[in-house]
Antibody
Framework: EVQLVESGGGLVQPGGSLRLSCAGSGFTFSTYSMSWVRQAPGKGLEWLSYISGSSNTIYYADSVKGRFTISRDNAKNSLYLQMSSLRDEDTAVYYC??????????WGQGTLVTVSS | DVMMTQSPLSLPVTLGQPASISCRSSQGLVYSDGDTYLNWFQQRPGQSPRRLIYKVSNRDSGVPDRFSGSGSGTDFTLKINRVEAEDVGVYYCMQGTHWPPTFGQGTKVEIK
């Protein structure tokens, strides 16, 4: 069974940093691209970042480019999102999702990030 | 970016009655390989999104056959044959043909 489990969320002050993790199991992690998607409270879904299985290809949404860094450690079956220069508008539930071209087939349960002073 | 526009944004439905959600894209969604990467997701209250439909009309494993997807080009539809109580939630379309992937605003399905 495919499982994705996010962790690392919490309360952080504006301008601060946080690192999210996503542990994958039930599939060969290194062979799948992965993405991060977020959902602000009461709002819709926003794709944030993509990383290929080998980490050779990485993309970011304009809203987080230069502030967020996606990475992965295939030996640990883990995906990461390093977030810096956090703003109030980054408050959201952050989901990791398994990519296959053109779709997001499996999602984690999400981890809540709250940016507030 | 490709804009995905859903309608209606709120859909009250009587149990056992059909429901239909429209999703329109600002550009055609046929990829160079001939496939159309249009997906539908269901998000029940308090849960993470779950994919129901991929490539317009392919149902995911475990998805009841009362859910169906159709459409082409820029116009797509998700239909629920007979709404059940467990179908309450928000439904999102998402295109994966053009970079970056983009989602519709969501359609909230509730029971009358």
């Amino acid at each position: 069974e495919v499982q994705l489990v996010e962790s690392g969320g919490g309360l952080v002050q504006p301008g601060g940093s946080l690192r999210l993790s996503c542990a994958g199991s039930g599939f060969t992690f290194s062979t799948y691209s992965m993405s991060w998607v977020r959902q602000a409270p009461g709002k819709g879904l926003e794709w944030l970042s993509y990383i290929s299985g080998s980490s050779n290809t990485i993309y970011y949404a304009d809203s987080v480019k230069g502030r967020f860094t996606i990475s992965r450690d295939n030996a640990k079956n883990s995906l990461y999102l390093q977030m810096s220069s956090l703003r109030d508008e980054d408050t959201a539930v952050y989901y990791c999702a398994r990519e296959k071209f053109g779709t997001l087939g499996y999602w984690g349960q999400g981890t809540l990030v709250t940016v507030s002073s | 970016d490709v804009m995905m526009t859903q309608s209606p944004l709120s859909l009250p439905v009587t149990l056992g009655q059909p429901a239909s959600i429209s999703c329109r894209s600002s550009q055609g969604l046929v990829y160079s390989d001939g496939d159309t990467y249009l997906n539908w997701f269901q998000q029940r209250p308090g849960q993470s999104p779950r994919r129901l439909i991929y490539k317009v009309s392919n149902r995911d494993s475990g998805v009841p056959d009362r859910f169906s997807g159709s459409g082409s080009g820029t116009d797509f539809t998700l239909k629920i044959n007979r709404v059940e109580a467990e179908d309450v939630g928000v439904y999102y379309c998402m295109q994966g043909t053009h970079w970056p992937p983009t989602f519709g605003q969501g359609t909230k399905v509730e029971i009358k």
